[in-house]
């Protein structure tokens, strides 16, 4: 089988706290409409990258459509970077740091109108660790908070409040940082370092603002402190953070180290505890489709 006309969902079904079934049945709907062939494909945690690449060998799909969180997302753009194979986002994560960044709609069927949309653009992705980064990655007090999350018994926004006061108080940070670009090496004390191709966490905090997707660079950015009032400033869009609290630099390539072992995430995935991190602009682009609004403000 070799149709250029079908749709592909793919859906991780312990993600967030949303009904799925309501998001199958939806995009079924709309991929009949339009005259596409459906399929379905329901993550497990278990061999989903051959699955997902077997599928797309199988029925070579026009567009895949993502029903999950940003590790899902990850999962299908490491099967489809630097091909033709368009990315359509359906949010349905705890967080959906991606999806807030793109500025998705929050409701299913404006969602789906974007995910089908001709409104498309290439974006960079990351290798950290030999592992793809679409959003951000970071070491510290966020990944630990992260961390806390995935093992504790609540889910969505709710979950990530309740685990983000213990965090605090438990976390070993602050850490110290040593980093290495190409445009030079300095060594930074924080709590938390990170490595951000995207401007925004799924809370809608502005942590990167000269963040920008599809610019072939990334932001590595080091949090001094628990500043509150700077805290709030990124809650609220106020980019013009203090160099105080944080030190920004943009580059294409790093190597990071740390003196000792600091808790890791890509992308709101939980990766343990590391001392080194080398971290570059990957050659292979993503193509996604996005709201209008965005592809008018990047172009």
């Known amino acids: 089988m070799n149709s250029e006309n079908y749709i592909l969902l793919v859906v991780n079904p312990i993600s967030g ?4 079934d309501s998001i199958i049945a939806s995009v079924k709907k709309e991929a009949e409409n ?3 062939d ?3 494909y329901k993550t497990t945690g278990e061999k989903d990258t051959e699955s997902i690449n077997s599928l797309i060998k199988d029925i070579n799909p026009k567009r895949i459509l993502v029903a999950g969180g940003d590790g899902t997302i990850s999962l299908v753009a490491q099967c489809i970077l630097g091909s033709d194979i368009c990315l359509g986002i359906i949010p349905a994560g705890s967080a959906n740091g991606m999806a807030v960044n793109f500025d998705i709609p929050q409701t299913l069927p404006e969602q789906i109108d974007v995910a089908f949309s001709d409104c498309t653009m290439k974006l960079d992705a990351l290798s950290i660790n030999d592992q793809i980064c679409l959003h951000i990655a970071d070491m510290g007090i966020n990944a630990e908070l992260i961390q806390n999350y995935e093992n504790s018994k609540f889910r969505g926004k709710l979950g990530y409040f309740i685990q983000s006061i213990p965090t605090l108080f438990n976390s070993d940070s602050p850490f110290h ?3 290495e670009t190409e445009e030079g090496q300095f060594e930074e004390t924080g709590i ?3 490595i951000a191709n995207a401007s925004k966490f799924g809370t809608g905090a502005t942590i ?7 610019d072939g660079k990334f932001e590595i950015l080091i949090f001094k402190s628990l500043d509150f009032i700077e805290i709030f400033k990124t809650i609220n869009d106020q980019f013009e953070m203090s160099s105080d609290f944080v030190r920004i630099i943009s580059t294409q390539k790093a ?3 740390s003196r000792k072992k600091v808790p890791f995430q890509i992308d709101g995935e939980f990766l343990g505890e590391i001392n080194e991190a080398t971290a570059t602009i990957k050659n292979e682009k993503l193509l996604v489709a996005l709201p209008d609004s965005f592809c008018n403000l990047y172009l």
Do not use: E
């Open 192 to 194: 938390l370092l990170a």
């Open 17 to 20: 706290d949303c009904d799925k």
């Open 34 to 36: 339009r005259n596409y």
């Open 255 to 257: 190597k990071i180290s």
């Open 208 to 214: 990167n603002p000269k963040g920008k997707m599809n």
């Open 177 to 179: 940082f040593k980093v």
């Open 38 to 40: 459906f399929k379905l």
